[in-house]
């Protein structure tokens, strides 16, 4: 049976009858397709066919035979964007601290303070509430640097948390930086892989998580031998954060004298490295995760996110979001900032002379935000509309009031468009979004949690 339907309605409600069914196939027909696979490019009025959980063709004029049809003429198809970075749990308190001037101020505030009342149910909330706004924002990967894992019952809530959104999660679990814990991290990992993760070919993968040096809660957090080794043994990625200046130099340097570098591993941050840091990133082949936000709202070491250095070395980054107590939470806004102030300095260095400057371009940072973040977080099968990689794509408007006449399909996306105008959103093949609204979500229910999460927070951290 094929069927077209212009408003979608018919359409959702077959796909979601064939739920689940690997013979099932979608065809989105007549859309731009911005691809991000080097060797296919952006094309236009072509068709992209969806079977099962995988990308199967994509092309002009294919069959529809057997299809779900959807109509995505006046549309842009591109890949789902991927977060290499976001401490979830604290969505509750979103913006609670928007003018915060230093890494001191949120540490203390957050970790020092809020963060030692959150309950399983808390952790629950506001990784819940992540993941859906990522989905809203066409974020379909999200690493969830999930460092409040105070009990097995914290880890566990976070991990069902993505579970219930349907979002492609990664859980980065570390230990808090304060407060009383259980002390069974990392060797807790063992259980979360063995309950959660068996599978190498499922929605969620598991990353230990530390940070870069013992400066901001003592060594057992921050990486080296016996973390990696506990890594290694599980066979996962590690994530470091609050990697930046010169004690994080220095401890990189460390770990590449111990063979501790490589693929598998994320920096996060990298701002105010030293040069000797990034040719051992760069030869090494360890991966880094921008926040270009948080870097420049924050003030971390030099305030200015690492792009230049991270080109220079050899490494193309992903982008991430990293704390919404202080932040904005989408990756549109990712984009830009890094866009603009990669621009800014590149024109602002060659002024008064004749050297042309180097500036970074939109195809750059939505390659960022797909195709290299989901290297980043570990994953070869999504972050480009290659056939035989997962269908996580979204569908976006471009004939919207703020989008239309479409004239640069990726300028349109980077610089033009925001939630509103994603109209669909899947993961692995499922419909998350559709006609611009987040499925399976009992808005006023999760509004009543949220609240009542945050307001037992605050009570509870000002006792």
Known sequence: MTTADTTGAAVLDQLQRQSGDPGRRILFTGATIVTMDPGLGVLNKADLL?????????????????????????????????DTH???????????????????????????GYATVYRPHDMYVGTRLAALTAIDGGITCML?????????????????????????????SMAPHFGDWDKQWPGDLARLRSTYFSSDDQLLTLRLAALGTAEVAGPALAYGPELARSARELGIGVSVDAVFGAASSQAILGWAEDGLLGP??????????TPEAWRAIGETGTTIALAPTSDAQIGLETAIPAIDEALSAGVRPGLSIDVEVALAGD????????????????????????????????????????????????????????????ADLL????????????????????????????????????????????????????????HASREYVLNATAR
Request: aromatic share 4%; glycine share 10%; no cysteine.
């Open 331 to 390: 990756m549109f806004t990712q984009m830009r900032a890094l866009h603009t102030i990669q621009r800014m300095r590149a024109a602002n260095a060659v002024f008064g002379t004749e050297r042309e400057p180097e500036r970074i371009t939109t195809h750059d940072v939505l390659d960022f935000a797909t195709l290299q973040g989901a290297r980043t977080n570990g994953l070869r099968t999504t972050g480009s509309l290659t056939p035989g990689k997962k």
């Open 86 to 112: 976001r401490h979830a749990w604290q969505s509750q308190l979103r913006r609670i601290m928007p003018d915060v001037d230093d890494l001191g101020a949120y540490v203390m505030s957050t970790l020092a």
């Open 144 to 172: 969830d640097f999930s460092h409040n894992s105070r009990t097995p019952e914290h880890s566990d809530a976070a991990v069902q948390a993505l579970i219930d959104t349907g979002i492609r999660g990664v859980h980065a």
């Open 50 to 82: 969806v079977e099962g959980d995988t990308i199967a063709t994509v092309g002009p004029d294919l069959s529809r035979d057997g299809a779900v049809v959807v109509d995505a003429g006046g549309s842009i198809l591109t890949p789902g964007f991927v």
């Open 264 to 273: 598998g591993l994320t920096l996060i941050h990298a701002t105010g490295l």
């Open 395 to 450: 569908v976006i408007h471009a004939e919207d009031l703020n989008n239309m006449p479409l004239n640069d399909p990726i300028g349109t996306v980077v610089l033009g468009s925001d939630a509103r105008n994603i109209s669909a959103v899947l993961i692995n093949g499922e419909p998350r979004k559709w006609n611009g609204q987040v499925l399976d979500v009992d808005l006023p229910t999760l509004r009543a949690e949220v």
